[in-house]
């Protein structure tokens, strides 16, 4: 090989020379090298230096920058996005576990004898059922889709999904920390919220089909042991519903600071159309419903009806929540199971929060 | 999003959560104090999980390629192996908690937040009254005065001397500077302002903290309408060591 560089030949060796030294070693090997993709792997050991990167970045900037920034207005942002997530992370991360300890250590044969056969039936009692599994939304989906796969009625495993996250002890003792001094809202939250679940469950048992819903893969090993279930389940909800909290909290935090309050008030003293308003906020903020009575209660100048709607809207119809349904059951099912959802929760919202509020 | 690195955002986030209750006091800027266990023991989980995430992926990549086909691939193809990209949002917090370390809400919000809403429900507060000795100043918190500033209809409480700690906002339009506080139900997102409006004083750096002595000077006509209260300054004297930002 004539044109290998000699480094003998040249007295002084550039850096290219140095870097391409190494490549050089290997030329009369195989390519790849054999010992690569074993132990850790290329990918692996590139994740574990990328974090000791981030972890040093954390520390310099903790060292030089923190308490130095400036910007009022930056700052009270960073503030209220702190305040929002670390008051969720809590919520978040025990609804996630308990919710994993159900996937994992209750059987699903568990919850098709006890959801009775006729659907008429079965609607009511999947939601009530919906008020003992503490999860959010997302963890909702993924239960509701191996409710179907074992084979309980489409409309009672949706009416389940629907419930779930509004109206379980964790969103509701939520609710109550976030409403200290109204009780009433977290009634109303339970009213409006099953309400909503069971009617759109028993107009699905009605006029619904069953074509319109791709069926659900497997996604379990079936022989995995019940920790390993458990651990899988509780990293995967954490990492599906953190993400998204974390836009809801930036959003959230965003519309606190900029929007005037001139406007936002403006808007919450009209009747409906502030209801109508904080239905729209609730879909696109996406926040879990562990954490969403939070952030409602922070809107100070809307009616409490335009807050409930907040929470009802919330858990069920929000833009995350429509991504993991599309995933999970098809656009065709999304297409048709969103608008009339959405349009029962605003009905129950009206009709509720009118009686209670 | 690799195993590992939803592993490392784990690790990450809890320990943030927990460098701001054990080796910090840094929570109460953002939320009620009594978050603290359960922000404790939410950041002993995410750490624990995240941990547990890391080392089980590690030994499951040493396992295949030890024993090279395995009975089952690890991982690769699985459902739960891939985390969203989304996922990566979740460094923020911890960005924020580390970088930024935000102070408590000040003068910033102060003068753009509503001024607290009166409760339909409000009943007067007249249970002071009695027990008020002659010549003492009452210590009330701001939260406190202002109410019975609303609803204390006879003006008993303009007799009284008071005592208020707050911070300096400006006024952006018209006289005088506030003497204001934050009020918090839950965390920093719901923050509600309480705050008088001082006259007969110089206005001192926003943001200051002082404690006032002084009297209510009791406006005429219904006191329900009122958008902030006078508070006319005896003695002012500056705080050293402000105890905790919110009320």
Known sequence: MPERPSQAAVPAPSLGDSLSHG??????????????????GPRRTATIWLFALITLGLAA????????????????WATIFTAISLQAIPFLVFGVALSAALTAFVPAEFWQRAIPRRAALAVPVAGLSGAVLPGCECASVPVASGLIRRGVAPAAALTFLLAAPAINPVVLVATAVAFPNQPEMVLARFVASLGAAVVVGWLWARFGKTDWLRPPRTSHDPDASRWRVFRESMQHDLMHAGGFLVVGGLAAATLNVLVPRAWVAAVADLPVVSVLVMALLAILLSICSEADAFVAVSFTEFSPTAKLAFLVVGPMVDLKLIALQTGTFGWAFVRRFVPLTLALTLVFSFLVGGWLL | MNRIAQGMVMVLLGAAALSVTVTSQLYLNYVQA??????????????????????????????????????????????????????????????????IAPPALGAYTASTADPAALADDAAPLDDLGAGVPDGEPVEMRM???????????????????????GFAVPNPEGEGWYLARLQMSCCAADAIVNRVLIENEPEPPKDSWWTVQGRWLAPEGDIQEIRDHRFEIEEITSVENPPDPYE
């Open chain 1, 61 to 76: 900037g903790n060292a030089w920058l923190s308490g130095r920034l400036t910007g009022d207005a930056f700052l009270a």
């Open chain 1, 23 to 40: 490549w050089d070693d290997r030329d009369d090997q195989q390519l790849p090298p054999s010992d690569w993709g074993r132990r850790a």
């Open chain 2, 34 to 99: 009594g978050f603290r266990p359960f922000l404790i023991a939410a950041g002993v989980v995410l750490v624990v999980l995240g941990v547990a995430t890391v080392v089980v992926d590690l030994r499951a990549a040493r396992g295949d390629a030890d024993e090279e086909p395995a009975g089952h691939d690890h991982g690769h193809g699985h459902d739960h192996a891939r985390g969203p990209g989304v996922s990566w949002l979740m460094l923020l917090p911890v960005v924020a908690v580390f970088v």
């Open chain 2, 143 to 165: 939260q406190e005065f202002v109410m019975r500033a609303w609803t204390d209809q006879d003006r008993k409480m303009a007799e009284w001397d008071v005592r208020l700690t």
